[in-house]
């Protein structure tokens, strides 16, 4: 049996308000309040032509996660070849990675443990989707004449 804890289900609503606060902190020192919006529990801000998310969830009894994740394209034709492409890229992605959707959109997503949180590795996931997220969402948008 492996020395490290096992995980237990469960949500812990405390651990949810603290990470949420130590969010806010980071998000007061990297924007200024006019370019961050606040919907429900999710934050977001613009950057170059998407919109990155940021939301804290339960993930078990010891820990959060918090989700750093942008929408880059919607209603793309999932075939072999777009497939492909998202493993490839996935392959080469140090952090984060390409998904679908199940209403076919394409997603880049970096999740944190939110428990022990520290400031630069919040920062890098942010400034990672928000740069990944900008540079490939050209890629699977819709051509015009097939839109």
């Given amino acids: 049996m492996p020395?490290?804890?096992?995980?237990?289900?469960?949500?812990?609503e405390s651990l949810i308000a603290s990470t949420q606060a130590?969010?806010?902190k980071y998000i007061q020192e990297l924007f200024h309040d006019y370019e961050v919006a606040k919907v429900e529990?999710?934050?977001s801000f613009a950057f170059g032509t998407v919109n990155?998310?940021?939301r804290i969830i339960?993930?078990?009894?010891?820990?959060?996660l918090v989700e750093v994740y942008s929408?880059?394209?919607?209603?793309?034709?999932?075939?072999?070849k777009t497939a492909e492409e998202l493993l490839r890229l996935n392959a080469s992605m140090h952090f984060g990675s390409f998904g679908l959707t199940f209403d076919r959109a394409?997603?880049?997503s970096y999740s944190l443990a939110g428990a022990n949180l520290d400031f630069n590795e919040?920062?890098?996931?942010v400034q990672t989707v928000a740069t990944v997220a900008d540079s490939y969402d050209e890629m699977f948008k819709p051509s015009p004449q097939t839109a």
């Fill in 3 to 12: 020395k490290f804890k096992v995980i237990k289900e469960g949500i812990n």
């Fill in 22 to 24: 130590k969010v806010e």
């Fill in 41 to 43: 529990n999710t934050y």
């Fill in 52 to 54: 990155v998310n940021i």
């Fill in 58 to 64: 339960g993930w078990h009894t010891d820990d959060v």
């Fill in 71 to 80: 929408y880059l394209a919607e209603n793309v034709a999932v075939d072999g």
């Fill in 106 to 108: 394409v997603i880049y």
């Fill in 122 to 125: 919040f920062m890098a996931a």
